[in-house]
């Protein structure tokens, strides 16, 4: 029965890495489906439980995982993984790489979480169970995500984990580069760098020489990596660089170096080809028309010139047509000629106009009726709006200012008033004093009227009028006699 199983499914699991390493990722899936089956249908023949089956399979569900992730299939293989992991298999090592590629895939979302997963992998599975390009790729993930979590320190501790097991890493250059950013710290990241002659150090050397505005250096860094120095998209990122910084002696140099370097070996590559037409046009861009004319016609009429496909022959010939209209008026028209005609359109150019969708600019001038144009005119007196207008004035006022023959540059305006710009009425020289603002004034011809109510007003005099009140009044005696009574009126 295990020769059975030999020949069986895990036949057709290893056959999948084959397909996995070429990048055949839809064989690989096939193969792996089969593997799948064949397990399932082995492991019941032999009367094993369903938890011995699943924990069988989940090997196999963990590699369909990768590859679905690998096709681009992230939900899919979010969804592989998680129930994977939802087993709490006894096999550590299948969970470990399961929770890194949950990681890959979140990248910097739900970084806590994913740092737990990383976290909770024991050293003992690190280091037993798993391959040492899982390893590395754990202690990377662990180190990156404790940078993106501000956790610097810890971040360089496990940076030094990582040198020491894996000193050629290719991943330690980025992330001494993103301690740096986060650090803000650009002379520690150079000095651990500098002696970091690897395709990964030297890039990252540039990286931080370029955030550092030091675009010579970083050109220099770039240019000392043998391995890429005459790739297409190193010589381009070079020519870039050393036009920003003036340097254009130093671009030329670059890309004469990788023609006389490709014309060394296979000047017909599809590299060589990219370079040779970035010559081309760059000459173009400095205004060398009869240079970039002759690079072109090498282009298309040389030794080299059946290498070409049909697309890049296009392009050189209209390029060819442009070089040409600067420096030979009379070829450009003649090679012009050559260019395979425009096809033409039976559609209606009415049709095509009324297709084109109107700028905003212009809808609105023709929709500017009723609510909308109260609206832009409430716009057009905003306080932006209001503010832009002043500050054109006051601009052209200093101008003017400035340009009259008594103006001195050394001294400058003198002694500008700094709340010219403000209404007349809201300046603080212009407002009231304090002196007398409580004093009364009343309406003119009020007369006694007025008068009353000032005194009411004062509070002194009615403090003076209250003591007098409260002065003991002398009591009058009147005897009986006195009281006269009144007299009836008798009767008639």
């Not at 439980?49 to 899919?76: H, N, P, W």
């Not at 006894?90 to 929770?99: E, H, K, Q």
């Amino acid at each position: 029965m295990l020769s059975q199983i030999d020949d069986g499914f895990e036949v057709a699991f290893n056959k999948s890495f084959v397909a996995i390493q070429s990048g055949d990722w839809g064989a690989a899936e096939e193969l792996l489906l089969i593997a799948e089956r064949l397990c399932r249908d082995t492991f019941e023949a032999e009367g094993a439980s369903e938890a011995e089956i699943e924990e069988e399979v989940a090997v196999i569900k963990t590699q369909q995982a990768f590859v679905k992730q690998m096709r681009g299939d992230l939900d899919g293989a979010l969804s592989d993984y998680r129930n994977v992991l939802k087993l709490k298999l006894r096999n550590r090592a299948v969970d470990a790489v399961a929770s890194n590629n949950i990681v890959t895939i979140r990248k910097d979302r739900d970084v806590l979480d994913s740092f737990k997963r990383l976290k909770n992998i024991d050293a003992s599975v690190l280091s037993d169970k798993l391959s040492p390009a899982q390893q590395e790729a754990i202690l990377t993930n662990r180190a990156l995500l404790l940078c993106l979590l501000n956790k610097t320190e810890e971040c360089r501790e496990s940076l030094e984990v990582l040198k020491k097991q894996f000193p050629s890493s290719k991943s330690i250059a980025d992330i001494v580069v993103l301690l740096a950013i986060k650090d803000q710290s650009a002379a520690g990241a150079i000095e651990q760098l500098q002696g970091d002659v690897s395709v990964g150090g030297c890039l990252g050397l540039a990286h931080v020489y370029l955030t550092e505005g030091q675009v010579l250096k970083a050109a220099e860094c770039i240019r000392s990596i043998e391995q890429l120095a005459h790739s297409p998209g190193t010589v381009a990122t070079l020519v870039a660089l050393y036009e920003q910084a003036g340097d254009s002696a130093s671009a030329q140099a670059v890309l004469e170096s990788a023609l006389a370097h490709h014309k060394a070996g296979d000047y017909t590559s599809e590299q060589a080809m990219k370079i040779r037409e970035g010559d081309c046009w760059y000459k173009i861009q400095k205004k060398q028309y009869r240079e970039a004319a002759d690079a072109y016609l090498e282009l298309l009429e040389g030794e080299t010139a059946g290498a070409l496909d049909r697309d890049l022959r296009l392009r050189s010939m209209a390029s060819l047509v442009v070089a040409l209209s600067f420096c030979d008026a009379e070829a450009a028209e003649a090679r012009c000629a050559m260019l395979p005609a425009v096809e033409e359109s039976g559609v209606d150019p009415s049709e095509l106009e009324k297709q084109v969708p109107r700028s905003t600019r212009l809808a609105a001038k023709f929709a500017d009726t009723g609510d909308k144009k109260n609206e832009r005119k409430r716009a057009a007196k905003s306080p932006e709006a209001i503010a832009r207008k002043r500050a054109r004035r006051r601009e052209a006022h200093l101008a003017n200012l400035r340009a009259r023959p008594d103006y001195n540059a050394s001294i400058g305006l003198v002694n500008p008033d700094p709340e010219r710009w403000i209404p007349r009425k809201q300046r603080s020289h212009g407002k009231r004093g304090r002196r007398g603002r409580n004093r009364f004034v009343g309406a003119q011809g009020a007369g006694m009227g007025t008068e009353k109510d000032a005194l009411k007003l004062d509070a002194a005099a009615r403090a003076a009028r209250k003591a007098e009140s409260d002065k003991p009044a002398a009591v009058v005696v009147s005897s009986g006699s006195g009281i006269r009574k009144s007299k009836k009126k008798k009767r008639r």
